[in-house]
């Protein structure tokens, strides 16, 4: 479902560009399991996560979502990575079926959140951290706060605490005011969302965008339609938008740089095409930054690689599953010493 699974392109020197996740043509996503909450697990006070996990075995594999995203985003590599080790994956506070965010949603609270729902579930360390593009830096600040119970980190088009910096300067004059008077447009979906969103209106539309993607099973559609209705979601997506270039960079910036020989795995997929009115040098040069950033996550340990992957969009877990379970059990395999 366009802009309920889609994701901010956080490195499109766009004030407002959304990349839709590229889904194989062939691909459909039917599992049940991603029309209801698998378990809901209280973290605190009343306030559940909705929590799915696979297979066994240790470590325990994290998948984090990108901005906006839930479990669904992982169903195509899931149950594969599954045949390896335990794997487990969550919906943030405010997304999916999860309760309502009750702090703002940047890496600190929603570490704190995770480390929470994983200490109340009883799935104890150690972990590989699996991020895609937003959570790239909430694995980072998780990984950080809780060093000893991480044995490494998967990085999947993650983002990068300098992204809108090199991204705005590189790109035409007044995108970054553009970006912020987008922000101030979207709050009037949480409003519109606590008075009642309805399908077929022109605020429904703009708030969830379309609603029917063919690659989903009519029953995950319309469970997404009806979360994505909601004014938590609303909130916590714009919450998520409005920090992930401020507050949200700013926390990242503040975690070491040095992870020892911990495993990190970034997935990079590269070349960027052309955008409307972009000429090839100005995209080249962003593409070159875009690689420049995940080179300097990787660089934060003595094991730390970063993968080009062609032919591949911003979700690679749809475009090139395989690789990101390659890439999941490679690291695996080093944290227990194979």
Partial sequence: MKNLIAVLCLFAGSASCFAQAKLPTAAVIDDVVYTRPARLVDIGAGQRLNLYCLGSGSPTVVLDA???DSTVSWAMVQPAMAK???VCSFDRAGLGFSDAARRPSTPVNQAEDLHALLRAAGIKPPYVMVGHSLAGMNVRVYADK??????????VEGSHEDQSAEGWALSAPGDKEKYD???KDQHACIDAARQGLTPGTKMFEKCLGDTNDPHFS???NQAQATYGATEKWQAAVASERENVFYASA???RKTRSDFGDMPIIVLTHSPFPTRTGESQNERNRKTLSWEGLHLRVAAMSTRGVNEIVPDAGHYIQYDKPQVVIDAVNEAVWISRGL
Avoid: K
């Fill in 250 to 252: 700013d926390e990242t």
């Fill in 66 to 68: 990108g901005m906006g």
């Fill in 84 to 86: 390896t080790t335990r």
């Fill in 146 to 155: 809780y060093r000893d119970d991480v044995v490494g980190m998967v990085i």
């Fill in 218 to 220: 009519p029953a995950i």
């Fill in 181 to 183: 008077q987008y922000l």
